[in-house]
């Protein structure tokens, strides 16, 4: 069971290029969500899925897109990317939107725009 | 607006000592609380959860939180911090009425010297 899997684990990109962040789960779980994490300010959620076909906005959704074909994979486009997208990204999943339900994670996307 | 506060970025104990983080939040509903690990060039990692089954909820590795309503609090402690505790740690609230979204705090980078 791999649960939440994210490719590349590391990636330099110039500014202007455009790349794909891949995610996938294999826990049948109908939310998925992409944050980054940048120093002192936690994480912050960047677009969200309850499932197939379904996607939001979260807080600082500016610069990416994503789309939700399967229920398994969420992948988080880059358009042009920009210095201030550099980050450390994770997918996370978790099994419906009851409150209580725990998110599971990634190992994270290191992206650096130079 | 549900809000999270993480009090000190960094926190230094001795093996053996108590651990004690802070997380204070700010929510107008009964909040659904977590506390998270990150080890080093890691994802995230559920501690515990607070799901208002009980006030004092025990987790992974020895550590436990107690809800504190009247506080707005939901601080993390370990009565005897190992070396291998050394990682960040993120508190978070569930976003109401959203499940599987999650506002988190800052973070905490916990060291513990020999």
């Known amino acids: 069971n791999a649960g939440v899997t994210q490719t590349p684990k590391f990636q330099v990109l110039k500014t202007g290029q455009s790349m794909t962040l891949q995610c996938a789960q294999d826990m049948n779980h109908e939310y998925m ?29 500016n610069g990416y897109n994503v789309s939700r074909s399967t229920t398994e994979d969420f992948p988080l486009r880059l358009l042009s990317a920009a210095p201030s997208q550099t980050s450390v990204y994770f997918c996370a999943s978790s099994y419906g939107g009851r409150m209580n339900t725990e998110a599971f994670f990634g190992q994270g996307t290191r992206l650096t725009v130079v | 607006a549900q809000s999270v506060t993480q009090l000190g970025s960094h926190v230094s104990v001795s093996e053996g000592a108590l651990v004690l983080l802070r997380c ?91």
């Open chain 1, 33 to 61: 969500s992409w944050y980054r994490q940048d120093p002192g300010m936690g994480l912050r959620l960047i677009h969200y899925s309850v499932g197939a076909g379904i996607t939001d906005q979260g807080e600082v959704p």
């Open chain 2, 24 to 114: 204070n939040y700010s929510s107008s509903v009964p909040p659904y609380l977590f506390w998270y690990v990150q080890y080093p060039n890691q994802g995230l990692q559920l501690l515990l959860k607070y799901t208002s089954a009980a006030t004092l909820v025990k987790g992974i590795n020895g550590f436990e939180a107690e809800f504190k309503k009247s506080e707005t609090s939901f601080h993390l402690t370990k009565p005897s911090a190992h070396m291998s505790d050394a990682a960040e740690y993120f508190c978070a609230v569930s976003i109401y009425n959203q499940g599987g979204k999650l506002i988190f705090g800052q973070g905490t980078e916990l060291s513990v010297k020999p």
